[in-house]
């Protein structure tokens, strides 16, 4: 089984270009209309501008109409947590906290990257 996981992006450049620096990734697809990384065999972080799905399904609310308001989070275990939050951070991102012991067992860190999905990267303790 592959796993895409989808977010809808006001900004496919600027979403793509934050993402590219915060995964130190290079896209492995990149055409209007979406951009994906691969983030391990077999699973992708999709980018999709929210006026092309409206278009792709018309019945589907309106994701601009939640511009602002936090509607997913990311949450990537990687080997070194603080590095990847300091990327992000330097991309635009807005920490929300910071690197620290979580009561589930992983030390995580959280912010918001421009369309405001909640990004955490965590590694286990």
């Known amino acids: 089984m592959n796993t895409n996981f ?3 992006v006001a900004d496919q450049g600027k979403s793509r270009d934050f993402y590219a620096k915060t995964l130190a990734l ?10 994906e990384f691969e983030l391990a065999p077999g699973c992708v972080l999709g980018l ?23 509607r997913a989070e990311v949450y ?21 906290s ?3 012991a979580r009561g589930w067992g992983d030390k995580a860190a959280y912010s918001l990257d421009p369309d405001c999905h909640v ?7």
């Open 6 to 8: 989808i977010l809808y």
């Open 76 to 96: 990537l275990t990687v080997p070194d947590p603080a590095v990847f939050h300091s990327r992000a951070l330097a991309a635009g991102a807005r920490e929300l």
């Open 48 to 70: 999709m501008p929210e006026k092309g799905i409206k278009r792709l399904l018309p019945g589907l609310p309106d994701p601009a109409a939640g511009a602002g308001i936090p």
């Open 119 to 125: 990004l955490a990267f965590a590694a286990r303790l």
């Open 26 to 35: 290079a896209p492995r697809l990149d055409v209007p209309g979406m951009t």
């Open 98 to 100: 910071p690197l620290e």
